[in-house]
């Protein structure tokens, strides 16, 4: 009789989907400083500037998909001319166990993949930064890609 009991937990047990990034690279990668004035000026306005996250995605195969985070840096008044561009564009091959329902894909690709290679985001724009002579770069430490995701997601 045990068996049974066993068999039927089993057999009920929803298989969480899980995935994993096979492997990412940068895929685009961009850092401009108009000219010499805007290098001397960049320190002063750099607080004139905010970053932005972009992510797309695309089914390569069954259960394989690609996911682009594009970090980059513009300026906060959008009437500001940009002396200044900065874009580092990710690229992550995910691979499912299996293809759950639109809300779970949505959720690793929006939030779960984003918060993973982000750090990775973040060292190479402190690297550019660090070695153009500016070591004092305020880049967050981390984004919380999960309220970006619930906010876009009550605006619709």
């Known amino acids: 009789m045990r068996k049974k009991i ?3 937990e089993r057999f009920w047990t929803r298989i969480k989907m899980t995935y994993e990034i096979v492997t990412k690279y940068i895929k685009d ?5 108009k000219d010499a004035k805007s290098y001397f000026l960049l320190e002063k306005d750099i607080k004139n500037y905010t970053f932005v996250c972009d992510i797309k995605s695309i089914k390569l195969k ?7 985070i594009n970090l980059r840096l513009i300026p906060v ?3 500001s001319k940009s002396n200044l561009d900065v874009k580092v ?3 992550s091959i995910i691979q499912f166990n299996k293809i759950g329902s639109k809300d779970e894909m949505e959720k ?3 939030i779960n ?6 750090p990775s985001m973040r060292e190479v724009i402190i690297f550019l930064f660090k070695n153009s002579g500016f070591n004092k770069i305020n880049i967050p430490e ?6 970006l995701y619930e906010s876009r997601k009550n605006q619709k």
């Open 6 to 8: 066993i068999l039927r």
């Open 29 to 33: 990668l961009s850092f401009k400083i």
């Open 62 to 68: 069954e259960k394989i998909i690609q996911a682009d």
């Open 77 to 79: 008044n959008n009437t």
């Open 89 to 91: 564009e990710l690229s």
């Open 108 to 110: 690793i690709i929006l």
């Open 113 to 118: 993949v984003p918060e993973e290679v982000y």
């Open 142 to 147: 981390k984004i919380d890609f999960k309220r």
